[in-house]
């Protein structure tokens, strides 16, 4: 009998302690399946463990503004010639115009300034051909020429500014009834020294 209830006490000691190794083996596999999600903090964030990926970022860059093209600078003006001196042979000349225009002349050396020399020229041959001519009409109207038409006329500043040379067609009506043949006669005056001179007729 006593054999019997200590095998008996025996197994319970056994079956007890058999179950309490399940009971603490069941509680520990619980705390590793289901132990509590790992909350990451700032400084874990920064600092990943060894072995890890790295973490990439996508980060917008701003574009490049283009360089604006270089401003292209023209050459600067051209400054304004000094004025030339006159040589001897130019001073000769404007003398000898000063005493044939007169007032009109001072135009004359407005457009020289202006360095329109050109046009200056132009003008005073325009104005010495015109007091040429009237001067050449009232010259023939003293002779009795009944008219003359003028062909063309030329100046020759260069070798005198105060002479000039006037083609044209002569026609005198008195001659036409002594030689009709001759009722026109071509020739060619040249004022010089103050006083127009025939220099050759045809």
């Known amino acids: 009998m006593n054999k019997r209830v200590t095998t008996a006490i025996l197994i319970l000691c056994a079956l007890t302690t058999l179950l309490g190794c399940m009971a603490s083996t069941d509680k520990e596999v619980v705390k590793v399946d289901e132990a509590p999600p790992q909350v990451e903090t700032k400084s874990q964030e920064a600092k990943a463990p060894e072995g890890d990926a790295p973490k990439w970022r996508v980060v917008e860059l701003e574009a490049e503004k283009a360089p604006a093209p270089p401003i292209k600078k023209g050459p600067p003006p051209p400054s304004p010639a000094e004025p030339e001196r006159l040589t001897l042979e130019e001073s000769q000349r404007r003398r000898a115009l000063e005493r044939e225009l007169g007032e009109a002349v001072k135009e004359?050396?407005?457009?020289?300034?202006?360095?329109?020399?050109?046009?200056?020229?132009?003008?005073?041959?325009?104005?010495?051909?015109?007091?040429?001519?009237q001067e050449l009409y009232k010259y023939i109207a003293k002779k009795k020429v009944n008219s003359f038409d003028v062909d063309s006329t030329t100046i020759d500043f260069e070798a005198d500014p105060a002479s000039a040379t006037i083609n044209g067609i002569l026609t005198d009506f008195a001659r036409d009834s002594v030689a009709p043949d001759r009722s026109t006669v071509k020739q060619w005056w040249l004022y010089a020294e103050g006083g127009w001179k025939l220099v050759r007729e045809e």
Request: proline share 0%; hydrophobic share 35%; no cysteine.
């Open 108 to 133: 004359y050396w407005q457009l020289l300034e202006r360095r329109n020399v050109t046009k200056a020229v132009e003008y005073v041959e325009a104005m010495e051909r015109e007091n040429k001519q």
